[in-house]
């Protein structure tokens, strides 16, 4: 039994098997062969170890040609590694004496390796690591062949460990067989982190490396409450993480309460709570789970789940849909975002040196104005159909939010006209307010935007500096930092004075603390995951706005994320004890 742990993400407790994609994709399997087959399956063993040397000769002549014997030399020693007759004899000897298939075989041998490697302090000798896990990534290649299992083809619940999911990976998970996702990388505000708390599947990310420590079909728990991963429980840890997950279950269900509730205070104010989704679908459990409108449809999940752009209809279906499933409700759609932790090659061409300074959001959709023409006149003509407004993302300038709105959306809305499509010429247009140079600008921007919507954690990521996705600054990665909160303070002041409605879509929005303090700095309408929106207003419900007022002024003067931490926590803990009752 060994315990790791990470930076939970998305709540939640489950208990099952591991399914352990390695960075290829692989699955590493849990197989056992006929007892009379082993002679069989040592010599499908012996085929991959050939064609692994070969390939590793081809991969040692070819670099010694092109940059020297220097090199070459990283290849020579992988190819010892390969030649070594003691490794070779153990995977044999579990094919033969436990009739393990080769694959496994292989897994298990070189995951041994690795470990022990990795515990020797010497880094010249742990960067041994890489090499070996290439030699297991080519076997495995060479074994699995065309029978190399995706995340695609599962049939049953696993819980999917990986050094980290690629945005098309996280968009194509099904959830019917993911049981908990654990990364290596990752951060708080990292794709994988949004998309798992979307499909309510318990995460944690940013473990650091531990995959070589778990084979496939190793027992599990993930604890994504706090953060850890048990890897190989013993039966009485099984049955105390039963009961945690049973009681957690009739903790959520208790919540049930609560959705249809509105979201007011003890005094009266009302607070407006809309749901953040990715996909169409999610628009009837945003619905069921109470959700006020749509604050945030992350589009480019669209175009994340094929290998080809959406068409104009296929846009027009998803949008139509969930403005339908919402029954009139305000539907906002954010133009297609991608670059950064969403990026997809076909989109954002060569890799970027900094690509959270590069080519996304608006800037990528201004550029390739074919596809966001596309975009634009299949959101104008669900229009039609339900209150549908538009926001683009990643607005810097005022001129690119000119660019967007007056040249862009004017020549598809003249277009639509002319071809006599109906849409509503009145649709509001809005921009997210994610990067520090919107919110100093604000003002000016309030003489082309109809709303604004916050999106903290890009305002984070920007304004501190910490990328969002990435575990090692993960600590750095405060949205209810000092200075963050003073951006959200501007913005809502600036959209009360142009009398412009302010909402916040980052995962901020979904914290039980941070809540408080934003209702206090005066936001009255906030976008969170559909699982999120009943606990949101279990704690709206037990504040009063005066509360939160009085807890803002104090969180005003301090300097630091901690320090307003346990600040509102204490707060909270006095103004509405019940919060923290553990039952609840
Ligand atoms: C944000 O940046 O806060 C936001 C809501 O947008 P995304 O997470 O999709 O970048
Ligand atoms: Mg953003």
């Not at 694959?103 to 090499?131: C, G, L, P, Q, W």
């Not at 209810?480 to 929005?509: F, K, M, Y």
């Given at each position: 039994?060994?315990?790791?742990?990470?930076?939970?993400?998305?709540?939640?407790?489950?208990?099952?098997?591991?399914?352990?994609?390695?960075?290829?994709?692989?699955?590493?399997?849990?197989?056992?062969?006929?007892?009379?087959?082993?002679?069989?399956?040592?010599?499908?063993?012996?085929?991959?170890?050939?064609?692994?040397?070969?390939?590793?000769?081809?991969?040692?002549?070819?670099?010694?040609?092109?940059?020297?014997?220097?090199?070459?030399?990283?290849?020579?020693?992988?190819?010892?590694?390969?030649?070594?007759?003691?490794?070779?004899?153990?995977?044999?000897?579990?094919?033969?004496?436990?009739?393990?298939?080769?694959?496994?075989?292989?897994?298990?041998?070189?995951?041994?390796?690795?470990?022990?490697?990795?515990?020797?302090?010497?880094?010249?000798?742990?960067?041994?690591?890489?090499?070996?896990?290439?030699?297991?990534?080519?076997?495995?290649?060479?074994?699995?062949?065309?029978r190399k299992e995706t995340l695609g083809l599962l049939s049953s619940p696993v819980i999917l460990l990986s050094p980290n999911l690629t945005p098309s990976e996280a968009a194509n998970l099904d959830k019917r067989f993911i049981l908990a996702i654990v990364t290596e990388q990752g951060g708080a505000g990292g794709h994988t982190a949004i998309l798992a708390a979307a499909l309510e599947i318990p995460c944690i990310v940013g473990t650091g490396e531990f995959l070589t420590a778990v084979d496939g079909g190793d027992n599990l728990i993930v604890d994504a409450n706090?953060?850890?991963?048990?890897?190989?429980?013993?039966?009485?840890?099984?049955?105390?993480?039963?009961?945690?997950?049973?009681?957690?279950?009739?903790?959520?269900?208790?919540?049930?309460?609560?959705?249809?509730?509105?979201?007011?205070?003890?005094?009266?104010?009302?607070?407006?709570?809309?749901?953040?989704?990715?996909?169409?679908?999610?628009?009837?459990?945003?619905?069921?789970?109470?959700?006020?409108?749509?604050?945030?449809?992350?589009?480019?999940?669209?175009?994340?789940?094929?290998?080809?752009?959406?068409?104009?209809?296929?846009?027009?279906?998803?949008?139509?849909?969930?403005?339908?499933?919402?029954?009139?409700?305000?539907?906002?759609?954010?133009?297609?975002?991608?670059?950064?932790?969403?990026?997809?090659?076909?989109?954002?061409?060569?890799?970027?040196?900094?690509?959270?300074?590069?080519?996304?959001?608006?800037?990528?959709?201004?550029?390739?104005?074919?596809?966001?023409?596309?975009?634009?006149?299949?959101?104008?003509?669900?229009?039609?159909?339900?209150?549908?407004?538009?926001?683009?993302?990643?607005?810097?300038?005022?001129?690119?939010?000119?660019?967007?709105?007056?040249?862009?959306?004017?020549?598809?809305?003249?277009?639509?006209?002319?071809?006599?499509?109906?849409?509503?010429?009145?649709?509001?247009?809005?921009?997210?307010?994610?990067?520090?140079?919107?919110?100093?600008?604000?003002?000016?921007?309030?003489?082309?935007?109809?709303?604004?919507?916050?999106?903290?954690?890009?305002?984070?990521?920007?304004?501190?500096?910490?990328?969002?996705?990435?575990?090692?600054?993960?600590?750095?990665?405060?949205?209810?930092?000092?200075?963050?909160?003073?951006?959200?303070?501007?913005?809502?002041?600036?959209?009360?004075?142009?009398?412009?409605?302010?909402?916040?879509?980052?995962?901020?929005?979904?914290?039980?603390?941070?809540?408080?303090?934003?209702?206090?700095?005066?936001?009255?309408?906030?976008?969170?995951?559909?699982?999120?929106?009943?606990?949101?207003?279990?704690?709206?419900?037990?504040?009063?706005?005066?509360?939160?007022?009085?807890?803002?002024?104090?969180?005003?003067?301090?300097?630091?994320?901690?320090?307003?931490?346990?600040?509102?926590?204490?707060?909270?803990?006095?103004?509405?004890?019940?919060?923290?009752?553990?039952?609840?």
């Amino acid at each position: 039994m060994r315990t790791i742990f990470g930076i939970p993400v998305s709540p939640g407790i489950a208990i099952g098997k591991a399914f352990v994609q390695a960075a290829e994709g692989f699955r590493i399997p849990e197989q056992t062969i006929d007892a009379d087959a082993h002679e069989a399956e040592i010599q499908r063993f012996h085929t991959a170890l050939q064609f692994a040397k070969e390939e590793i000769i081809v991969n040692r002549e070819s670099t010694r040609n092109a940059l020297g014997q220097t090199f070459a030399d990283i290849f020579e020693a992988q190819f010892q590694i390969l030649m070594e007759p003691a490794i070779h004899g153990e995977m044999e000897a579990l094919i033969r004496h436990q009739f393990f298939s080769a694959e496994h075989a292989v897994t298990i041998v070189m995951r041994k390796h690795m470990e022990t490697f990795r515990k020797i302090e010497n880094s010249y000798i742990a960067e041994k690591v890489n090499d070996l896990r290439d030699i297991e990534k080519r076997l495995l290649r060479h074994l699995l062949g065309v029978r190399k299992e995706t995340l695609g083809l599962l049939s049953s619940p696993v819980i999917l460990l990986s050094p980290n999911l690629t945005p098309s990976e996280a968009a194509n998970l099904d959830k019917r067989f993911i049981l908990a996702i654990v990364t290596e990388q990752g951060g708080a505000g990292g794709h994988t982190a949004i998309l798992a708390a979307a499909l309510e599947i318990p995460c944690i990310v940013g473990t650091g490396e531990f995959l070589t420590a778990v084979d496939g079909g190793d027992n599990l728990i993930v604890d994504a409450n706090s953060g850890c991963v048990i890897i190989r429980p013993d039966t009485e840890t099984v049955a105390k993480y039963r009961r945690i997950r049973d009681a957690d279950v009739s903790r959520i269900e208790s919540l049930d309460a609560y959705r249809d509730l509105p979201a007011e205070t003890k005094d009266g104010e009302k607070i407006t709570i809309y749901a953040n989704i990715e996909f169409p679908y999610e628009a009837e459990n945003a619905l069921l789970r109470g959700a006020e409108g749509i604050g945030l449809f992350r589009t480019e999940f669209l175009y994340l789940i094929q290998d080809k752009d959406p068409t104009e209809d296929e846009h027009f279906d998803a949008y139509r849909h969930v403005a339908e499933v919402m029954q009139g409700k305000p539907v906002i759609i954010r133009t297609f975002d991608f670059g950064d932790d969403k990026s997809l090659d076909r989109y954002c061409g060569a890799p970027e040196r900094n690509p959270a300074l590069g080519m996304r959001g608006v800037r990528l959709a201004l550029k390739r104005w074919t596809m966001f023409r596309c975009q634009l006149r299949a959101i104008l003509r669900a229009s039609a159909f339900g209150d549908i407004r538009v926001m683009f993302p990643l607005i810097s300038t005022v001129k690119e939010f000119r660019q967007a709105r007056r040249t862009a959306m004017l020549e598809v809305m003249d277009e639509l006209s002319e071809q006599g499509i109906p849409f509503n010429k009145n649709l509001p247009i809005g921009m997210m307010v994610e990067v520090p140079s919107a919110v100093v600008m604000l003002d000016k921007f309030a003489e082309d935007a109809d709303f604004f919507s916050i999106g903290t954690n890009d305002l984070t990521q920007y304004t501190l500096a910490v990328d969002r996705g990435n575990s090692n600054v993960n600590h750095l990665f405060q949205p209810d930092d000092p200075a963050v909160l003073r951006l959200i303070r501007r913005t809502v002041a600036v959209g009360n004075l142009h009398s412009l409605p302010v909402s916040l879509c980052g995962q901020v929005g979904s914290n039980l603390f941070n809540i408080v303090t934003l209702m206090g700095l005066g936001l009255r309408t906030i976008s969170c995951a559909p699982n999120n929106i009943a606990r949101l207003k279990r704690i709206i419900r037990q504040m009063s706005i005066a509360d939160c007022k009085s807890i803002a002024c104090t969180v005003r003067q301090m300097s630091s994320a901690k320090d307003i931490q346990d600040y509102v926590k204490n707060a909270l803990r006095k103004a509405a004890p019940s919060l923290f009752d553990p039952d609840l």
